[in-house]
């Protein structure tokens, strides 16, 4: 019979019992201390109202002095949640929007690990958010998870366009009047520039009248010459005779 060692043989398990049970503990504590600080993160959104709503319409209490829930009509409920998807809609589209661009600041380095944490989260959140919604959608009628986020699409984009417009018409007035003012300052500049040429053609009038003057004297001038020439030839040749 071969004699064992126990005590060899027990010293490798030891180290592989040692290292594996490091090997845990360094990430359980690693998984927390990651948890607790994501936690401590500021969230990317802002608390979620039209949730809340919702499912405070779910979860009324009575009143005081009375034992019994005011049971909320079902088209309030439909409406809330059609509010809530609305919301998700936006959200949706900041998150795509957001994403592309803070990808490209991680790879470069101008942003730090913490805030693609923060987008990474807020991204898992919307997607269960989607998958809650369309539940609560199934449940209050059959196959309208499917085309809640459609109407609630709508909605986003009609109300995008209604804000849109009446920014556009609360600059009308300001527009308005910047254009009068503008309006008032291009006539007053052509108005300057007809008085301009007016002044300049009267001197250039006056100039020529002056000169007409001076060539009419000329000529009497020079028809005068010859007038005086002509009597004098007319006193020679009665001399003559």
């Not at 998984?31 to 979860?59: D, E, V």
């Amino acid at each position: 019979m071969f004699d064992i060692d126990w005590v060899s043989l027990s010293v490798p398990f030891a180290y592989i019992f040692v290292l594996a049970g490091s090997l845990i503990t360094f990430s359980s504590i690693y998984r927390k201390r990651k948890a607790a600080k994501a936690a401590s993160l500021a969230p990317w959104f802002p608390p979620h109202l039209q949730r809340n709503i919702y499912l405070s319409l779910w979860h009324l209490e009575p009143e005081d002095g009375s034992e019994k829930v005011p049971k909320v009509p079902e088209s309030v409920i439909r409406a809330a949640l059609l509010r809530r998807a609305v919301e998700d809609i936006r959200r949706i589209i900041q998150v795509r929007t957001a994403k592309t661009a803070c990808s490209s600041l991680l790879q470069r380095g101008s942003v730090g690990d913490d805030l693609w944490q923060r987008f990474l989260r807020a991204e898992k959140e919307m997607e269960e958010e989607l998958r809650d919604v369309v539940l609560e959608a199934n449940a209050l009628a059959p196959n309208w998870g499917q085309t809640i986020f459609q109407s609630a699409n709508e909605i986003a984009a009609n109300t995008a366009f209604r804000k849109r417009f009446d920014e556009i018409q609360a600059q009308t007035e300001g527009e308005k009047q910047w254009w009068e003012k503008r309006r008032a300052s291009i006539q007053a500049d052509f108005m300057k520039e007809l008085d301009a040429p007016a002044g300049g053609a009267g001197k250039k009038l006056t100039a020529p009248a002056t000169k007409s003057v001076s060539d009419e004297d000329t000529v009497l001038v020079e028809s005068g010459g010859p007038a005086i020439g002509e009597s004098g030839n007319m006193k020679k040749k009665k001399g003559k005779k």
